[in-house]
């Protein structure tokens, strides 16, 4: 069992930079692939970067390579999004999930834990 709490979301104008974080509490963590995702309203949840059980392997969504940063600290069960660059259509509510496998994914249906979302609104 995974619990994830994310955290570091917020109001942003465009142009600037936000760190979101995700706690992970369980056993496995540094065993589990990770993944960010966001939602905005009336849209599915979809891909934004997964990073593999040591960080060694990464990917990111077209919509935001080159700006986001997706990194993990397996000592303090961690990951990271860090996000550049904001534009308006960045808004949305971004969720952590956790795979119950070591190798990274893009697939939302392939993770097994998911946190509670934090809001990121981008100002244009």
């Known amino acids: 069992q995974v619990h994830l709490v ?3 979301g917020g109001l942003v104008q465009a142009g600037g930079s936000l760190r979101l ?7 496995t963590f540094s065993k589990n692939a990770m993944g960010w995702f966001r939602q905005a309203p009336g849209k ?7 990073i593999n059980w040591n960080g060694g392997s990464l990917y990111y969504a077209d919509s935001v390579k080159g700006r986001f ?12 999004l860090q ?3 904001l534009k308006s259509e960045d808004t949305a509510v971004y969720y952590c ?7 990274m994914s893009w697939r939302a ?3 097994a834990y998911w946190g ?9």
């Open 6 to 8: 994310e955290s570091g």
């Open 21 to 27: 974080s995700c706690a992970a509490s369980g056993r």
């Open 44 to 50: 599915e949840r979809e891909f934004v970067a997964t």
């Open 69 to 80: 940063t997706i990194s993990r600290d397996n000592a303090k069960n961690t990951v990271y």
């Open 83 to 85: 996000m550049n660059s």
């Open 97 to 103: 999930g956790a795979r119950g496998y070591s190798g």
């Open 109 to 111: 249906v392939e993770y």
């Open 116 to 124: 509670q979302g934090t809001q990121v609104t981008v100002s244009s």
